[in-house]
């Protein structure tokens, strides 16, 4: 396993989504996992269980863009079905996170949960090929979705923001 991405193993079933999150889920998977999430979402796929049962921790842009799903998710359109997430066994480290940043109403959060996907099919997802400024425009979305949901994120993401913009327009601009 690379040290500093997240294994994802994925599930279908024919009323849910496993997906499980092993490892550490930084910015280096959060495209991947981003991509996922919304194909199998696209696909008519409406809840979604994240196993987190061997993820260590989560850095700001994987919650930022795991915020944003959720975000998207509870905020259907009228008629569309809203989609859930839930999260089954996040440490207290994670949990503290998604508590302290004034996101984890988001999702609906389950402990001790004995993880079964013995009814599901594995489906082998490809990585996704994305490129540094893919990278960096979702590490700037996910920071921005953070500081939008919770006005007290903004002191603690503000510059980052801000180096995340300025390094984007620089990297379009020598496009």
């Keep these: 396993m690379n040290a500093t991405a997240a294994n994802l193993a994925v599930w279908v079933g024919e009323k849910v989504v496993w997906v499980k999150i092993a490892g550490r889920a930084t910015f280096t998977s959060s495209v991947d996992f981003k991509t996922l999430i919304n194909q199998l979402w696209q696909k008519g796929n ?16 994987f919650l930022g863009v795991l915020a944003g799903l959720g975000l998207k998710f509870s905020n259907a359109q009228s008629g569309e079905t809203p989609a859930t997430i839930e999260l089954l066994n996040a440490n207290g480290r994670i949990s503290d996170l998604l508590e302290n940043l004034g996101v984890a109403h988001l999702f609906r959060l389950s402990k001790n949960a004995s993880p079964t996907n013995d009814n599901l099919t594995p489906i082998d997802q490809a990585a996704a090929s994305a490129d540094r400024q893919e990278v960096q425009r979702t590490c700037l979305e996910a920071h921005e979705t953070l500081m939008e949901i919770n006005p007290n994120n903004v002191p603690r993401f503000k510059d980052v923001a801000r180096f995340l913009a300025e390094d984007l327009k620089k990297m379009e601009e020598t496009k």
Excluded: I, Y
Excluded at 52 to 60: E, Q
């Design 46 to 61: 409406l809840r979604f269980v994240l196993d987190l049962t061997d993820c260590v921790l989560m850095d700001s842009t």
